[in-house]
């Protein structure tokens, strides 16, 4: 097997963040978590390379995280999770935009996540 897969987990709930951490954890994946701004999400997914990137739309700062998505499309095709607690219609439509994997609505369990993966990765 090759190296663990990279998950970029961008959640300004540092509660949150812990427990999507734990479940990629029991997934095999390694993470780099505990990002609360859109702006570091950009830099760090510049640094890293991400395989994944769970983004939550809501974030503290300027950027949500549909901004920060976009900017992140202007560099790399990386694939994306929303997780939001916010489902409406306009957010919908602007996630779309940047092509994502997946959205879903808050709360998470883990099988929800699995479930997403495995429609992605071969797991």
């Given at each position: 097997?090759g190296?663990?897969?990279?998950?970029?987990?961008?959640?300004?709930?540092?509660?949150?963040?812990l427990?999507?951490e734990?479940?990629?954890?029991?997934?095999?994946?390694?993470?780099?978590?505990?990002?609360?701004?859109?702006?570091t999400?950009i830099?760090?997914?510049?640094?890293?390379?991400?395989?994944?990137?769970?983004?939550?739309?809501?974030?503290?700062?300027?950027?949500?995280?549909?901004?920060?998505?976009?900017?992140?499309?202007?560099?790399s095709?990386?694939?994306?999770?929303?997780?939001?607690g916010?489902?409406?219609?306009?957010?919908?439509?602007?996630?779309?935009?940047?092509n994502?994997?997946d959205y879903?609505?808050?709360?998470?369990?883990?099988?929800?996540?699995?479930?997403?993966?495995?429609?992605?990765?071969?797991?």
């Amino acid at each position: 097997m090759g190296a663990p897969k990279k998950v970029l987990i961008v959640e300004d709930d540092l509660i949150l963040n812990l427990l999507y951490e734990s479940y990629f954890d029991r997934l095999g994946f390694e993470t780099e978590g505990e990002l609360v701004y859109g702006k570091t999400a950009i830099e760090l997914a510049k640094k890293i390379e991400p395989d994944l990137i769970v983004m939550d739309i809501s974030l503290e700062g300027d950027l949500d995280g549909i901004d920060a998505m976009n900017e992140i499309r202007k560099f790399s095709d990386v694939p994306v999770i929303y997780i939001t607690g916010n489902s409406d219609p306009l957010h919908v439509k602007r996630a779309k935009e940047t092509n994502y994997l997946d959205y879903l609505t808050k709360p998470i369990e883990f099988e929800d996540l699995k479930e997403s993966l495995e429609k992605h990765f071969n797991m």
